[in-house]
T-cell receptor, first 113, second 117 residues
Framework: AQSVTQLGSHVSVSEGALVLLRCNYS??????LFWYVQYPNQGLQLLLKYTTGATLVKGINGFEAEFKKSETSFHLTKPSAHMSDAAEYFCAVSDAGDDKIIFGKGTRLHILP | DAGITQSPRHKVTETGTPVTLRCHQTENHRYMYWYRQDPGHGLRLIHY???????DKGEVSDGYSVSRSKTEDFLLTLESATSSQTSVYFC????????????????FGPGTRLTVL
């Protein structure tokens, strides 16, 4: 069965510093991978997704993620954090042939001034 | 933004009462989903629908039922609410370009905060 592990339920970075949110997945077949963001009192919005092709995926708001099959990872990065990036981030996986998505437990990102 | 609304947005009810949450979409998407979000658990799938009158159970379906009589509406019912069902409930929709291919992103509604006393 698919599963997603997000390392760290809370991550704090200083404004202007690198953001790195970690995600590892467990899937028996090549998966589809997603990162979603949730701002306070809102629903989830898609940041980026990997389906096939280029393993480095660029998303909105300057975020990107790299699919590494050998490490079963899909970590999310942003070179320079902004205060507006403070939110909860969810990694998610879907197997080919499955129309459901399995979400990780989320990582809350705090930006320090 | 995808046209998804949820009603009510907030509800407080008492243990043992029935509750129905509504999700309405204007996108004509085939798939609709109900999730609950709880601290430390992320989002967990309750039920989903792949067409009118076609529904299936998710990971945490006990105590919940759903109905979809029209493409645009997906109802979630708690027949007899319990305190463990206090949560934030999200509806999501998805269109399927390739049936069974997977990889289809989901679009989320704003959520309903339900408190069961």
């Amino acid at each position: 069965a698919q599963s997603v592990t997000q390392l760290g339920s809370h991550v704090s970075v200083s404004e202007g510093a690198l953001v790195l949110l970690r995600c590892n997945y467990s899937s028996s077949v090549p998966p589809y991978l997603f990162w979603y963001v949730q701002y306070p009192n809102q629903g989830l919005q898609l940041l980026l997704k990997y389906t096939t092709g280029a393993t480095l995926v660029k998303g909105i708001n300057g975020f990107e993620a790299e699919f590494k099959k050998s490490e079963t990872s899909f970590h999310l990065t942003k070179p320079s954090a902004h205060m507006s990036d403070a939110a909860e981030y969810f990694c998610a996986v879907s197997d080919a042939g499955d129309d459901k998505i399995i979400f990780g437990k989320g990582t809350r990102l705090h930006i320090l001034p | 933004d995808a046209g998804i609304t949820q009603s009510p947005r907030h509800k407080v009810t008492e243990t043992g009462t029935p509750v129905t949450l509504r999700c309405h979409q204007t996108e004509n998407h085939r798939y609709m989903y109900w999730y609950r979000q709880d601290p430390g658990h992320g989002l967990r799938l309750i039920h989903y629908s792949y067409g009118v009158k076609d529904t299936d159970k998710g990971e945490v379906s006990d105590g919940y039922s759903v109905s979809r009589s029209k493409t645009e509406d997906f109802l979630l019912t708690l027949e007899s609410a319990t305190s463990s069902q206090t949560s934030v409930y999200f509806c999501a929709i998805s269109e399927v370009a390739d049936l069974g291919a997977g990889g289809n992103e989901q679009f989320f509604g704003p959520g309903t905060r339900l408190t069961v006393l």
